[in-house]
């Protein structure tokens, strides 16, 4: 086992810094050394996207990147989507919620965080747009209907300013 | 239908129907839920596994002193150290037919049998270290023939799966009524195809996992289990401990598509190490090891034939399956392409209707349900038959369709495989189809199309599934042969506050039980759902109870906890009735309120019941405090969904490539408890089958390698592969249950594949494409046009018209069919 080596990382706005294995990658930290265990894992092979969360602000699977490489980052997981304690949902998750865009849930965090990117860089897709946008990540469970409605009623929500959190 | 109880009438006024947001979704989407990867225990060790990387050897030697030694590493252990009371259970045991049966343990015991077959088990304190160690495990095999090709398998002279047992043929088993023979003298036109149902993977996002914690005398099991009362009982056999020292969880489970209807080996393994070392065991599959070692679907041959007379009537049906089950059974391997016999008669009256099925080991992974389960594979056999057929007689497919079906008024109707449909309206919801598909604006567009280069097609299907496992005495020991009962239980318990928790021995991994089994009981309560909780996937603190699988978990499961509620309910105004000095048969629930008939202002709420039946100061003699039932309910007869399909594709004729531009679907599940829930049920069936149909396929190579082992090969469709889906419903009730409901979970995975076949062959028959085998990959397309092209240009009729299949992409002829070679690569 190679010596360990200290990254820091802003994960979720908080600032947290730990000793770690070079080939420790960064959902095991998120998951294993943080706690932060509604980021998934599904496949060994950066294809099913459950492990999607943002780095410095643009989505990337946390299999597929190693937690040194994330030292100085600024890191977002689904649960730092919304302001935690008041209940609040953010406008992705709560479309979501009402369009029925999860089932098991397994995929829903990195399809949340795709979404996020992906209405970030482009606020006002097709439903063509959300379709290529989002074939980073699978879903097994709702044949991705709900979860393109989902995200284009959070995109209509998000561009009209309804909903957005505080 | 049977009288829908009190309270339960289904206005819109009340929970039932009502399109309600799922009660489970605030925690999953937040990143709150608790799978089994999301549970860390003290102390806990981990599991990984060293597995065979060759089809079938005998194991020579095992070293496994360098991982012994490495820092961390807590035990390794291989089949020869593993000490359990039993072997893996297969529970089929059909009355007077033989089932070869090869003994399945958890680790391998001299021999390996496929690639993934488990071979050692290392512990210790790290997830990587575990896979380090590992690595150093040195495995020497003595490699034998593998035996990959079903058909080839069942030849003399084949090398054998199991030496032991004799031979590859693990069983032969029938089902069917009517003269066959007659059926088909009495044919004008005898259509005869091969079809191939290919080998799929049940592919849930989340892998399996466990953790077993063993304390004293009692080990807990965390797993990803679609059953987790049952993983509980084989548990008992198997670690020689009493049932009720064992409790098995299953927390939220991140889906199964039948997958996790298992008991597998490495829950046995996690118990078994946490016992000796008394830490404990967290296992958790990677997604090779899941493509490898979890249940594979499908992977069935169907010599399909079907006499038609001139004027379309369908004769006779008979269907002769070659079924792949690997080689080793996992809980129902062999029964699963059985259960395709009992829907082989399809929507329609046929006079004679038989399936003969050999079941043949392979040195692959076992098969087992996937979504579905036999009934996909039979309504596609049924369904690309009827097309097939018409295209013989050059007739409208849906007009052969029509001619045959089942009318309304004969349901309850006994159909020649001798089981009875409960009720259906096959006119009705392809007419429903058609409101939404202009058939004949269609032909038109295609005909203008095909004039500009542009291949368009549109492929129908009509089904009827069988879903609702329960009954016992048909599904049990003396009937169809499953060692179990098929029943269903709930426990519902009103608090001293007035709301509610049910129990329910259904298990669930996506559907949204929490949701609509809250509607049900708040219905039949006269409550709202979200003062009801739902409760399920714990042995210790639910009724026993069999699990979530079939489409049973309404039906059965939602039925046993409306009826829990209903014995609630009348406990309840025998207690309003006291509290309000009046006749029991008196009071009615309305609106909430527990009333003397007709007389809302003096109603009480479910609340004040409660409060008075747990301060129980002033109750009616001889009652019980307390407001809590418990129903197991144990149907009379299965419950019979149908729909229509409709898919329209476009074929790039240059590339094989198959886009799907529409995919319309009428549905029909009996009463709606949740039409969001159903339509969420139906858009992934759907885009389960496309996948089938299109692109997924679990592949073995000559030897036995597993070629589709990650998810780069293994293709999932992706959102941009998929077309958003038009779903409509009809509602015909079951009167088999007081719901009226059907179940609905594997209704799109049964109906699609045939729609997209159907589809496709539409689009290619000018250029005298007439049969393809799924996956319908572009290379395989493309494929089936050159050989078309080749076999005669031009468009070409549906005559006796003969196509060869050299490169086993299974364009089949209509000739007498003979088994292609390489079929299944």
Known sequence: MAESVRVNVTVNGESRSSEVEPRLLLVHYLRDTLGLTGTHIGCDTSNCGACTVLMDGESVKSCTVLAVQADGAKVQTIEGMAPAGNGALHPIQEAFWEHHGLQCGYCTPGMIMAAADLLKRNPNPTEEEVRHGLEGNLCRCTGYHNIVKAVMAAAESMRSGEGVPA | ?825
Not at chain 2, 320 to 343: E, H, M, S
């Open chain 2, 1 to 825: 239908m049977s009288a829908v109880t009190e309270g339960a009438t289904g206005t819109q006024s009340g929970p039932i129907g009502r399109r309600m947001k799922r009660k489970e979704d605030p925690r999953l989407i937040t990143g709150r839920g608790n799978y089994v990867d999301d549970i860390s225990l003290p102390g806990m060790l981990h599991m990984a596994l060293v597995r065979s990387d060759v089809a079938h050897a005998r194991i020579t030697s095992i070293d496994k002193s360098a991982a012994e030694g490495m820092e961390g590493v807590h035990a390794v252990i291989t089949g020869e150290d593993l000490d359990v009371g039993a072997p893996l259970p297969m529970v089929w045991i059909p009355p007077g037919v033989e089932v070869k049966t090869p003994e399945h343990w958890p680790l391998a015991r001299g021999e390996v049998n496929h690639v993934g077959d488990p071979v050692a088990a290392v512990v210790g304190s790290d997830k990587y270290g575990v896979i380090d160690a590992a690595a150093q495990i040195v495995v020497q095999y003595e490699e034998l023939p593998a035996v990959i090709d079903p058909e080839k398998a069942l030849e003399d002279g084949s090398p054998l799966v199991h030496d032991d047992l004799g031979t590859n043929k693990t069983h032969e088993w029938a089902l069917g009524g009517g003269d066959m023979d007659a059926a088909m003298a009495e044919a004008d036109v005898v259509v005869e195809r091969r079809i191939v149902n290919h080998r799929t993977a049940g592919a849930a996002i989340e892998p399996r996992g466990c953790i077993a914690e063993w304390r004293g005398e009692s080990v807990t099991l965390w797993t990803a289990t679609q059953i987790p009362h049952l993983v509980r009982l084989f548990l008992a056999g198997e670690l020689g401990v009493s049932e009720e020292k064992i409790r098995v969880i299953a927390p939220e489970v991140g889906g199964g598509f039948g997958s996790k209807l298992n008991h597998y080996a490495e829950e046995v393994l996690a118990c078994y190490l946490s016992r000796k070392l008394g830490r404990p065991v967290k296992w958790l599959e990677t997604r090779s090891e899941n493509l490898a070692a979890t249940t594979h679907g499908r992977d069935l041959i169907v010599y399909c034939k079907m006499g038609v007379k001139r004027d379309g009537t369908i004769t006779g049906l008979h269907a002769k399956i070659v079924a792949d089950l690997g080689a080793y059974y996992q809980l129902l391997t062999p029964f699963i392409p059985c259960f395709a016999a009992f829907v082989m008669s399809g929507c329609y009256k046929i006079p004679a209707v038989q399936t003969d099925i050999v079941g043949v080991f392979t040195n692959k992974f076992a098969t087992d349900a996937v979504r579905g389960a036999g009934r996909p594979e039979a309504t596609h056999a049924i369904e690309v038959m009827i097309e097939q057929a018409a295209a013989e007689l050059g007739m409208d497919p849906l007009e052969l369709r029509r001619k045959n079906f089942i009318p309304k008024e004969d349901f309850p109707a006994e159909v020649a495989v001798g089981v009875v449909y409960d009720s259906g309206d096959y006119h009705g919801t392809l007419d429903k189809l058609l409101e939404h598909v202009n058939l004949d604006e269609f032909r038109r567009e295609q005909a203008e199309l095909r004039e500009h280069g542009v291949y368009r097609g549109i492929g129908f299907s009509t089904y009827v599934e069988i879903c609702g496992l329960a009954p016992s005495r048909v599904v049990g020991p003396s009937g169809v042969g499953i060692q179990g009962g098929f029943w269903e239980s709930a426990v519902v318990r009103v608090h001293p506050s007035g709301a509610a928790t049910v129990y329910t021995g259904s298990s669930p991994h996506g559907q949204g039980h929490e949701t609509g089994f809250a509607q049900i009981v708040a219905e039949r309560l006269g409550i709202e759902p979200e003062n009801v909780e739902v409760m399920h996937g714990d042995t210790d603190t639910g009724p026993f109870g069999m699990g979530t699988y079939g489409s049973r978990t309404l039906s059965v499961g939602g039925e046993a906890a409306g009826r829990a509620a209903v014995k609630v309910q009348e406990k309840a105004k025998k207690l309003a009735a006291h509290l309000l000095e009046a006749a029991p048969e008196d009071i009615e629930l309305a609106d909430g309120k527990y009333q003397v008939r007709g007389s809302p202002d003096k109603g009480l709420a479910l609340a004040d019941i409660s409060l008075a039946a747990y301060v129980p100061e002033n109750i009616p003699e001889g009652m019980e405090p307390g407001l809590e039932e418990t129903s197991f309910y144990d149907p009379e007869n299965f419950v019979w969904p149908f729909g229509a399909h409709a898919a329209i594709v476009d074929v790039d004729i240059d590339t094989g490539k198959v886009e799907v531009a529409r995919y319309v679907a009428v549905d029909d599940c009996g009463r709606a408890i949740n039409p969001l829930l159903i339509e969420g049920q139906v858009h992934g069936g759907i885009a389960h089958a496309i996948g089938q149909a299109l692109f997924e396929q679990v592949v073995y190579n000559d030897e036995g390698q597993l070629i589709t082992g990650t998810f780069v090969d293994y293709a999932l469709p992706t959102a941009a592969e998929l077309p958003s889906f038009e779903t409509d419903r009809t509602e015909t009730p079951s009167p088999v249950n007081d719901l009226g409901v059907k179940g609905v979970g594997e209704a799109g995975t049964i109906a699609a594949t045939p729609t997209m076949v159907n589809a496709v062959v539409d689009a290619l028959r000018p250029l005298g494409v007439s049969y393809m085998d799924m996956p319908l990959t572009p290379m395989r397309v493309w494929q089936a046009i050159q050989e078309a092209r080749g076999a005669g240009s031009g468009p070409r009729a549906t005559e006796q018209g003969r196509q060869t299949d050299e490169h086993g992409s299974g364009s089949a002829g209509s000739g007498p069919a003979a088994p292609a070679e390489g079929g299944e690569s």
